[in-house]
């Protein structure tokens, strides 16, 4: 049982560590501001889900899994906030020239 465990943990971080990278090459091969950004902030998202789900199953107790859960959620909402922001702020100036 722990091997299996222990697979899914390598496996679920493996595919977050994969989502990470697939938003680091958006973010350096997309053309504009706004897909960049929308490359990031799905990409990442999935990424650091997956990866906290990896670690879930290796978490202390209860709550060493809530402090995972908690840090998720507060990357989520800090991520939609900067982006929404970034995106006002690109479309009120306009892109960068």
Same mark, same amino acid.
């Given at each position: 049982?722990? &091997? #299996?465990?222990?697979? =899914?943990?390598?496996? #679920?971080?493996?595919?977050?560590?994969?989502? =990470?990278?697939?938003?680091?090459?958006? %973010? @350096?091969? =997309?053309?504009?501001? =706004? $897909?960049?950004?929308? /490359?990031?902030?799905?990409?990442?998202?999935?990424? +650091?889900? %997956?990866?906290? %789900?990896? @670690? +879930?199953?290796?978490?202390?107790?209860? %709550?060493?899994? @809530?402090?995972? &859960? /908690?840090?998720?959620? @507060? &990357?989520? +909402?800090?991520?939609? $906030? &900067?982006?929404? +922001?970034?995106?006002?702020?690109?479309?009120?100036?306009? *892109? *960068?020239?």
């Amino acid at each position: 049982m722990n &091997v #299996a465990i222990d697979i =899914f943990t390598i496996v #679920a971080i493996s595919a977050g560590a994969v989502f =990470f990278m697939a938003g680091t090459v958006g %973010l @350096l091969r =997309f053309p504009d501001s =706004f $897909t960049r950004l929308h /490359a990031l902030t799905k990409a990442d998202n999935l990424g +650091l889900g %997956l990866i906290v %789900l990896g @670690l +879930l199953p290796q978490a202390s107790g209860l %709550l060493g899994a @809530l402090k995972l &859960v /908690a840090v998720w959620v @507060l &990357v989520q +909402l800090a991520g939609a $906030t &900067v982006a929404q +922001l970034i995106a006002h702020a690109l479309r009120r100036k306009g *892109p *960068p020239t």
